[in-house]
């Protein structure tokens, strides 16, 4: 079955950086485009940044752009977001996204908190 984990959260300063993974399994990784999502208190969820199968279409929200990166790792099954710059309004959980049989994957999420 699909199964994304996503790790690297935690709490950092404004201006911070924070790298987050997420490892998948149960489907073929190097052939899906890949995606995070972020969802704050109280708002709805939102596309942060996403990648196609092989890096070469990749797109970002405006308020990350020149700020995230996203990225992927096709023999470790594995897509990354670089951080930095960090803003509280950043604050969200970070959530791993595949579409699966026009399905979509969620993972359970990591808590990104930027407070001073």
């Known amino acids: 079955q699909v199964q994304l984990v996503e790790s690297g959260g935690g709490l950092v300063q404004p201006g911070g950086s924070l790298r987050l993974s997420c490892a998948a399994s149960?489907?073929?990784?190097?052939?899906?485009?890949m995606a995070w999502y972020r969802q704050g208190t109280g708002n709805e969820r939102e596309l942060v940044a996403a990648?196609?199968?092989?890096?070469?279409?990749?797109t970002y929200a405006d308020s990350v752009k020149g700020r995230f990166t996203i990225s992927r790792d096709n023999t470790k099954n594995t897509v990354y977001l670089q951080m930095n710059s960090l803003k509280p309004e950043d604050t969200a959980v970070y959530y791993c996204?595949?579409?699966?049989?026009?399905?979509?994957?969620w993972g359970k999420g990591t808590l990104v908190t930027v407070s001073s």
């Open positions: 996204n595949v579409q699966v049989g026009g399905v979509d994957y």
């Open positions: 149960g489907f073929t990784f190097s052939s899906r485009t």
């Open positions: 990648i196609s199968s092989e890096g070469g279409w990749i």
